[in-house]
């Protein structure tokens, strides 16, 4: 069963940076695409980054490219999404996501997928 549990949200003020973390345990983590979304207030769930399961390749949306960095740790079963430079648009609960054997272009599509596995979620929020 794939279970996805991240952390590392809190507050920080605009330009600063935060690290989340997802730990994996229990599935073979290197079978699957791995990927971050964010659901802003009030807003629909929206795709932040993806990575493959070698690491060797990513996919960012326009608003975090460059800022933003994803990776994963496959011995250690841990996906981390590095985020510099926060702005308040930033705001939102992050989500770890994983789908089996995806290409990682065709993540941004998946917000709504039936074969993602989601985790609980984090609160990130950046003040100005």
């Known amino acids: 069963q794939v279970q996805l549990v991240e952390s590392g949200g809190g507050l920080a003020q605009a330009g600063t940076s935060l690290k989340l973390s997802c730990a994996a345990p229990?599935?073979?983590?290197?079978?699957?695409?791995m990927a971050w979304f964010r659901q802003p207030p009030g807003k629909e769930r929206e795709f932040v980054a993806s990575i493959n399961w070698t690491g060797a390749i990513t996919d960012y949306a326009d608003s975090v490219k460059g800022r933003f960095t994803i990776s994963r740790d496959n011995p250690e079963n841990f996906l981390y999404l590095q985020m510099d430079n926060l702005k308040p648009e930033d705001t939102a609960v992050y989500y770890c996501?994983?789908?089996?054997?995806?290409?990682?272009?065709?993540?941004?599509?998946?917000?709504?997928?039936?074969?993602?596995?989601w985790g609980q979620g984090t609160q990130v929020t950046v003040s100005s």
């Open positions: 229990g599935f073979t983590f290197t079978y699957y695409t």
């Open positions: 996501a994983a789908r089996y054997h995806t290409n990682v272009q065709d993540m941004k599509m998946m917000t709504s997928d039936r074969n993602v596995y």
